[in-house]
Structures are given as structure tokens and as C-alpha cells.
């Protein structure tokens, strides 16, 4: 049985928050957008259609529910939701709160700037979103 | 009540599919790639979390069926799958089929180089899509 492990370009890239029933959950470390990603832990996933179906509902959850936590947060114009991996092919969902002005409006995020936070931001930030209760 | 209506900038841009129990499937009028946008028939809708749970999983489930078609018509590398509706609000979902050396890749697509598709290509392609059964 293959055992899931997390791409190591997350490692780099993103700072664990916590775990869910699916998904491990990791922020961005890029402090132009509030962005998490959802990965789920399970080995060779690239594509959502290759989970179970009560597992792309699960997904479907998660994403909801981190959704929910980063729209309490930051109160964003809109929601940005989606599945790319063209870069790294490890199955992985990102949330991404979008604000009119930010600095990639209206354009998607993926390769605009990138910026990483403080340690002391980003340490405040993932404990709220820890205990953001939606 | 608010009716569902396709905002305009869809009629321009995308070409009707079908409609399932949920949303609307339209064709992406951009032969460069495979893309399908469904868009939830409710009003005033914006974030994927908005939907009621039963339709977030209706949801989920017309865009793994989306993909599963797109998968077995054209074998891409990769399915980029998403919500942004930075520049159009309503809700819709992209499910777009992408090759390694396509003229975006690996960049998403959104934003993008576009070409419409010949009237012959377009009605073929969604009558293939119309027939694919997954």
C-alpha cells in the first residue's frame, strides 16, 4: 500500500494549519492573499474524480467549511475555489480570498507576486483560522 | 422570487450544451482548449457555499460527470477544475481539459489566448459531448 506523503514542494511553499477527515489543510505562505490549500491525504491523487464518491462529498465539505472560516476572517469580495496542478501534480484545492485592488485583480492568482508573511503574522493567522468556528 | 437568468456576457462567449439537474452546461467558445462551464439555474448566486448542502453535492457531482466526459473525449494531461468569477459574479464552474504544450501551459488558462471554434467543429464537438456516457 502506497502511504501518502506530501509533495515537497508544499514543504516550501506552505505552512501546515491542521488536519482534517480528509484533507490536510496548509497556508500559503504568499501574505498578498489569505489562501489555503486542501490536500487530501491519500497517495497518487491527481485528479477529484479519482476519490470515492462520499469522498469528493467529504471534499466538498471541507472546502465549504474553509470557505465559510475565510470569509468570516477577512470578509473578501469574492472566493476564488479551484483545482489546478499543472505545476505540482499532487491532488490539492485551493480557497484564495480576492479583494477588488488586491494585486492580481480581476486576474486569477497563480504566478502573480508573492510575498512571504512575518513569522509573527503568520503564526497569529493560523491560530485563527484554528479557531474560527463556522 | 428571482428567476434564474444567464448573465449576458455567457451568450457572447460560451454556446449552450445541455442542461442537468442542477446547472446549465455551456461550451467555451476558445478551440485552444476543452472547457466546459456549468452554471448552478439559481439566482443570485455566487460563492459555491451559498448552494444549499443537497446542491453543493449535486454540484460535485455534475462536475466529476463534466470531468469524467471530458477525460474519456480528449485523454488531457490534466483537468484544471475552479470557481473565480473575478470579472463574471454568477456563479459558474470551469472544467477545462489541458495538455502538456498547450499555448497556456503551465499556466491557467483564464486570461489567456482564445480562438472561436468553426461552426462545423462546435456542432460536432457538442454533439460528442452530448453522447459521451460515463
Known amino acids: 500500500m502506497n502511504m501518502f506523503r506530501l509533495h515537497k514542494n508544499f514543504l516550501t511553499t506552505t505552512i501546515p494549519i491542521t488536519n482534517w477527515k480528509l484533507c490536510t489543510l496548509r497556508l500559503m505562505n504568499n501574505c498578498y492573499f489569505p489562501w489555503i490549500l486542501l490536500i487530501p491525504r491519500q497517495a497518487n491523487l491527481r485528479q477529484i474524480h479519482q476519490l470515492s ?19 468570516k476572517l477577512f470578509k473578501p469580495d469574492n472566493l476564488n475555489v479551484g ?13 484564495i480570498a480576492r479583494f477588488k485592488g488586491d494585486v492580481a485583480w480581476p486576474h486569477p492568482v497563480w504566478g502573480k507576486q508573492t510575498k512571504p508573511y512575518s513569522k509573527k503574522a503568520v503564526t497569529a493567522l493560523i491560530k485563527k483560522i484554528k479557531q474560527t468556528t463556522v
Open 53 to 71: 464518491e462520499s469522498n469528493q462529498i467529504q471534499l466538498t465539505k471541507e472546502v465549504n467549511q474553509a470557505s465559510k472560516i475565510i470569509t
Open 83 to 95: 483545482k489546478v496542478g499543472n505545476i505540482i501534480p499532487q491532488l490539492h484545492i485551493h480557497v
